[in-house]
């Protein structure tokens, strides 16, 4: 062996042995805030995290996420005794205009190059769009028909089961039921940094057709460096039999005002949320 070839050799043994294995598992968490101060005050804080595992022929998913709206209206008044001699009185009021948890996890089973099984649970909280507490389990089977580094095109087909505590009970309300489920989940690559997601759920009752729910989320992701990124995301839900909140039915003329009851008011089908947030790749 020539006397050059064998520090040459020694190099490229210890790079190749500084090299890391690939590691199985990523965690990205994102954070979005927006606060105001001063003569208008709110408050907007979103937190989510995703968490997966991949390996030779299953994987896991687990993600979590907060949105938590604040608003703060400042009004004033004053009360005297003359144009010249009166006190100024700030009363402040805080409301909570929006707020949802989320945490849900996923198993996969590839059974063979496209055909795969999985099974999911998942809970939710949304006060104003009247959900306390909805648990959601399913499983099933789908189909990878593309599946490349640049693009994923996926559906999958199941049944499960859904029980609900609304924030309003009215009566004859269905608080468990069994699902049949869709999704469809897309994903491309855009450029060398960018990335474009799609993903559609919907959930119909088993009991009744009508009583379906879709989720719709899509985001765009641009690497602003190896561990951090700008995460752009536009979500849809659809609640064909959305949930109702309680109203006071108040005496007419009654002074001071006098609670008859409640009334229930139902809420509005669509939802929508636009975000903008920085995610960090742990």
Known sequence: MPRTALPLLLVSLSLAAAEPPAQPWTDKASLSMVSLSG??????????????????????A?????????????????????????????????????????????????????????GALGWDRNVPSGISSRTVTSAGMGYAWVKTEALRFRTDLGGGYTRIKPVFETPGFQDSFGTWNL???????????????????????????????????????????????????????????????????LQAGAVPPVVLGKAPVRLRKLDTVLTTSLVISL
């Open 183 to 249: 999704t469809v989940d897309f994903a491309r690559k855009a450029g060398a940094a960018g990335l474009v997601t799609s993903n559609l759920e919907v959930s119909t009752s088993m009991k009744d057709t009508s009583a379906y729910l879709a989720v719709w989320k899509n985001a765009f992701t641009t690497n602003l460096g190896k561990r951090l990124a700008l995460k752009v995301g536009y979500d849809c839900t659809y609640n064909n039999a959305p949930a109702y909140l309680a109203v006071d039915i």
């Open 39 to 60: 003569n208008a005050q709110g408050q907007t804080l979103g937190l989510s995290n995703e968490f997966k595992y991949t390996g030779p022929v299953s994987s896991f």
């Open 62 to 118: 687990f993600n979590a996420g907060a949105v938590r709206v604040s608003t703060t209206t400042i009004a004033y008044s004053a009360v005297g005794t003359s144009p010249t001699q009166y006190d100024v009185k700030e009363t402040r009021t805080t409301v909570t205009t929006a707020e949802s948890y989320l945490a849900n996890g996923r198993y996969d089973h590839t059974i063979d190059t496209a055909f795969f099984a999985f």
